[in-house]
């Protein structure tokens, strides 16, 4: 199964640029799988509650990122964006009982990328 996520990941990741004089502009979209050990969890709220506790949980998140490029020459140039995902949740249920957890992450990235012929790296 995570292959399959992994896989999907990648297909489903997707950029958009829009382009201007030594800047662009660009949108990006994908699928991220997680592991929320929402099993292990379930596992030790019940040997410690004695109760047999069930859980659903996601297996992933989708992931949205803008960002700007910018030139500094013709093999290097400097990268700032933003990221967020939705929430990645797991409930736990005893009897009647739940409890919920929820999870997700957004912030900023800085990276410098160096262009090479049929290639590029970025850091």
């Known amino acids: 199964m995570k292959k399959i996520v992994q896989i999907l990941t990648f297909l489903l990741l997707s950029s958009v640029y829009v382009q201007a004089e030594g800047f662009k502009l660009g949108l990006e979209a994908g699928f991220s799988p997680v592991e929320l050990e ?11 509650s004695g109760s047999t506790v069930t859980t659903e949980y996601d297996l992933g998140v989708f992931v949205g990122r803008i960002f700007g490029e910018f030139e500094i020459s013709s093999q290097l140039s400097g ?45």
């Open 38 to 48: 929402a099993e292990d969890t379930a596992q030790k709220i019940a040997n410690a």
């Open 79 to 123: 990268e700032v964006g933003y990221f967020n995902t939705t929430a990645a949740e797991a409930t736990y249920t005893i009897g009647s009982d739940s409890a919920d957890e929820s999870y997700e992450a957004s912030g900023f990235d800085l990276s410098a990328k160096f262009d090479f012929d049929t290639a590029f790296a970025k850091i």
